[in-house]
């Protein structure tokens, strides 16, 4: 591998939520019945005429702005023709040479303390096809036109990135900013966030970019990097076995785990693009982009800065914390609860509760512990009411669905015994009980502490205050 | 009897007759006529008389609109809800509209009868008329000849008194053409000025709706129902539109009229000079100071126009692919057979001559030469337009180079048929304004003129054409076989 170096190059297909398609007023919510949510013009009826929405224009400058790229102030749609059932019109309304985002780049993380640009070419507005459905009807295909002309960004990266790691890093920052910037919903499993690899390989120090493959069909970050890494193993095989890596688009199939050609650079169709005469050139104006620009959220670095200029969070917490809208969001929520707590409740997130969501396979917005549970927690911890070890048998019964914090402190009572005259006596029962221990530990045994407060502990129950409890002991037993 | 509009609105408003009456009498006409002439592709007698019934209803209540009551024919081109919509092609024969177009929408808006829909040049790809599924189009004047095309059905209608009024599109000179050559006035407004929503495309930077009828007077009350900016094209122009006809009768008086110098070159029949200059010197007496002028990139529009043409149309047809409407072949074996075999039985030979040139036109490698180059011209055209209009506030010349030819004439030679066009063309690039009204005849065939406009200024035409029907007769002639 160490003399091989791979190139890889993304294209990402972010579906816009808007609620309307980008060339009709047909509804693009997801799952309706086939062909219900298409009217004439998605269907391509003769006559019809496409009119843009405005807003899909308005996510796409939103996009822009965030990754500081150029937006030109004329941009124009073209035909992208080429024959598919799923195309109602013979062509696909796209975005040749005039695309609405130009250059523009974002920075990733791809491990602790990595910092690497990755530049974005461009990202464009299309609208989607339908889709064909081959397994419904025996001999037949089915076609079902509701996700024709549903508004597209696609998002095309320079070929920067250098491993799966890297790409998959570069994918989910991708992720992370639409979701930020409110324009997909990031949904992976219903196709609204598609990414296409380009992959290539060079023996490293070469200048020259080998012959690229197009890897199609992924639709999670783990198969994302499976198969560049099967695609760039593949290519490497090849050319040492004395081959050469043809231009092709392949497939990943995540069953078998493998890629295979799906059309070749001779099968390739000559999309004879042209502006499309029915639209007129978009017109932006240096005051929508102002007006946009404002309007923009806090976004992932900006944000990141923040956590760790104003609340003091390490660099990788702050990553973490950042790395998702979701999370960020679950974490100011909680914050605003129990504000000052910034550490502990960092290290709440992002150790036991995304434990416990990785285990259960859950997103963080779907967590049975809600952020106010959590701030309730560690408001718990911080008063004293239970101890940090305790907490973790509240947060266990918490995510079963026993209640809030206070509910199961209250029922299983778990409140630590703080009184210190409670304490006391405690402790000068175990100090009358085991006069063999006072002598060593007064002769000089600091060990034996440890068996004091175990025994304190467990005539408490684990209820008493390990630090008071500590403290009371040292002052007893001097000597 | 045949009617113009504007006798139709006035027996209308004052009870000589019903709308049910003179739609039955036009239903008649196109029953006794039709078979001779094929102008109908689909005559909608059951909708024109529940129109009617509904107009003489609206009338009675004192709420007329503008063309309440009167009977019209439209294009096969614009879609018409329920009613097939074949664009003259055997692809959507079985093509039942499931939504009106916006010009339809309007003419319902303001009372008009839809009498049927009338035959054209396969997707309007024809200066004969002769490329229709559905057979050519005789020429009322003598019906051996063509009616022009490709709305030859709309002004041969007209022409013999089968509608009072018809719609068409132009898209290099489909409704000035034939109105030319069956002696009908016919107007193709500024590109955007109409909307092309449900009008089947083309040539989509170049296609645009108009009237035909038998006046000015009577295509300013059907281009005021048709014009307007619309939603749902954003080609179509957010300005205002005027009162075309209060903008009638106001004379030409110091009106500049220029003469391009190509116009009256080489390839037009010196007939057709002699008529026009006749028409020139009648416009001189009613004030008009005349001026010649140039267009030098004329001889470019041609080659022009066809190049963006085809490019457009050979995608905008891509969508007649036999899976959603339209024709499908028996049994195809696979998706590419399908493909294939509906596209080479659906499409006539003509259609699929523009496809595969547009197709080539638009390749990797050529796009640069022929696209690209032909967009360049189309800039130097339109610009050739807008220095004359620094001088002149009309253009005016010969609408055609020759009259109407025989049936069968130019079906073996497409450039000479492609030449019928040489000065309607550059109009569409530039997307100006022009009409045609009757000038004369030769040889009982008749001679049209064209006027050309600024942008927006259909009412100066309209106005200048009114004037020159003031002092003439030409347009009041009905061929004697449909009198």
């Known amino acids: 591998m160490s003399e091989w170096e791979s190139v890889i190059g993304l294209e990402i297909h972010a579906q816009l939520a808007t609620r309307s398609k980008i060339f009709s007023g047909a509804s693009t919510a997801f799952g309706a019945e086939p062909n219900t949510q298409a009217c004439a013009v998605d269907l391509g009826l003769p006559g019809v005429l496409p009119v843009l929405n405005q807003e899909a224009v308005t996510m796409a400058i939103r996009f822009g702005v965030a990754i500081d790229a150029e937006i030109d102030h004329h941009s124009v749609f073209a035909r992208k023709n080429y024959f598919y059932p799923d195309l109602p019109k013979g062509y696909q309304i796209s975005q040749y040479e005039l695309p609405i985002v130009g250059k523009g780049h974002v920075f990733i993380s791809p491990a602790e303390g990595e910092l690497k640009e990755v530049g974005i070419t461009r990202a464009h507005l299309e609208e989607d096809a339908g889709k064909s459905i081959h397994d419904q009807f025996p001999e037949q295909s089915a076609i079902d036109l509701n996700r024709a002309g549903t508004p597209l960004l696609e998002i095309v990266s320079e070929p920067d990135m250098r491993s799966a790691k890297e790409a998959v890093a570069y994918a989910r920052k991708i992720h992370s900013l639409v979701r930020y910037l409110e324009i997909c919903d990031g949904n992976m499993q219903e196709g609204s966030f598609r990414c296409d690899a380009n992959v290539s390989v060079r023996r490293k120090g070469e200048q020259k970019l080998g012959t690229r493959a197009e890897l199609k069909n992924i639709n999670s970050f783990r198969f994302l990097e499976r198969a560049i890494n099967i695609e760039i193993e593949r290519q490497i095989d090849l050319i040492e076995d004395g081959g050469s890596v043809v231009q092709e688009t392949r497939l990943y199939d995540s069953e078998r785990d493998e890629t295979r050609s799906m059309r070749s650079k001779e099968e390739a169709n000559d999309y004879r693009y042209f502006p499309d005469p029915d639209l007129l050139p978009v017109a932006i104006t240096d005051e929508d982009i102002e007006r946009i620009r404002a309007s923009l959220p806090e976004l992932p670095e900006q944000k990141k800065k923040r956590y760790i200029d104003e609340l003091g969070l390490s660099d990788y917490n702050a990553e973490l914390l950042t790395a998702n809208r979701d999370t960020a969001s679950y974490f100011e929520t909680a914050l605003a609860e129990i504000p000052g707590q910034n550490a502990q409740l960092a290290n709440w997130i992002l150790g036991d509760l995304t434990g416990a969501l990785n285990k259960a396979n859950l997103e963080i917005g779907e967590s049975p512990i809600t952020p106010l549970m959590l701030a309730q927690l560690i408001s718990r911890i911080s008063d004293d009411t239970i101890s940090g070890k305790m907490a973790k048998e509240v947060f266990e019964a918490m995510w079963q669905g026993d209640g809030s914090a206070d509910d199961i402190i209250e029922a299983r009572g778990l409140k630590q015994i703080t009184d210190s005259g409670a304490i006391e006596s405690l402790i000068d029962a175990v100090i009358a009980a085991n006069p063999e221990q006072v002598e060593q530990y007064r002769a000089g045994k600091d060990k034996v502490l440890g068996f004091f407060v175990g025994q304190v502990m467990k005539q408490s129950q684990g209820k008493a205050n390990p630090g008071q409890v500590n403290a009371i002991l040292r002052e007893k037993l001097k000597p | ?483």
């Open chain 2, 1 to 483: 009897m045949a009617r113009s509009v504007t006798e139709i609105r006035q027996g209308l408003a004052a009870g000589e007759f019903s709308s049910v009456e003179i739609t039955q009498d036009y239903l008649a006409r196109i029953a006794q006529h039709n078979p001779a002439l094929n102008c109908f592709i689909s005559v909608t007698d059951d909708i024109a008389l529940a129109q009617a019934r509904e107009a003489d209803a609206a009338l009675a209540r004192g709420e007329a609109g503008a063309l309440t009551g009167v009977p019209l024919a439209h294009k096969d081109l614009f879609c018409t809800d329920g009613v097939k919509t074949s664009c003259g092609s055997r692809i959507l024969d079985n093509f039942i509209a499931p939504y009106d177009a916006t010009i339809i929408e309007n003419f319902r808006r303001d009372g008009a009868v839809m009498l049927g829909k009338t035959n054209m040049d396969e997707f309007a790809m024809g200066s004969s008329n002769e490329n229709s599924w559905y057979g050519s189009v005789a020429n009322p004047w003598n019906t051996a000849h063509v009616p022009g095309g490709s709305s030859g059905g709309s002004a041969a209608a007209v022409a013999a008194g089968l509608a009072p009024g018809a719609t068409g599109t132009d898209t290099g000179g489909s409704i000035r053409q034939p109105a030319a050559l069956c002696g009908v006035t016919g107007i193709k407004p500024t590109y955007g000025r109409v909307s092309r929503y449900g009008m089947i495309a083309y040539g989509s930077s170049l296609d645009q709706g108009g009237p035909f009828a038998c006046s000015a007077e009577d295509c300013a009350l059907l281009l005021q129902t048709m014009s307007g900016f619309d939603r749902r094209d954003s080609t179509s122009a957010e300005q205002a539109v005027p009162d075309y006809c209060g903008a009638l009768g106001k004379g030409i008086e110091g009106l500049k009229i220029g003469l391009p110098k190509e116009y009256f070159a080489e390839g037009l029949d010196d007939r057709i000079a002699a008529v026009i200059e006749t028409a020139v010197a009648e416009l001189r007496k009613l004030g008009a100071e005349i001026q010649d002028i140039s267009l030098p990139n004329t001889g470019l529009s041609i080659p022009t126009y066809y190049v963006i043409a085809m490019a457009e149309c050979s995608s905008n047809l891509s969508r007649f692919d036999g899976v959603r409407f339209g024709y499908r072949c028996e049994n195809p074996v696979d998706l590419e057979d399908l493909y294939k075999r509906s596209r080479g039985e659906g499409f006539g030979a003509e259609v699929k001559r523009r496809i595969m040139i547009g197709t080539y036109a638009l390749s990797a490698g050529y796009y640069d030469a022929y696209y690209l180059k032909a967009q360049q011209l189309r800039r130097m055209i339109k610009q050739d337009f807008q220095q004359a209009f620094d001088s002149v506030d009309l253009i005016l010349g010969p609408t055609t180079p020759e009259t109407a030819f025989k049936l069968g004439a130019k079906t073996d030679d497409p450039v000479s048929m492609y030449l019928q066009d040489i000065y309607t063309i550059s109009l569409n690039l530039a997307g100006l304004p022009g009409m045609s009204l009757p000038a004369g005849f030769i040889d009982g065939l008749p001679v049209g003129m064209q006027l050309i406009g600024n942008y927006f200024d259909e009412a100066a035409l309209l106005n200048a054409a009114h004037s020159y029907q003031q002092v003439s007769d030409w347009h009041l002639q009905t061929p004697e076989a449909f009198k």
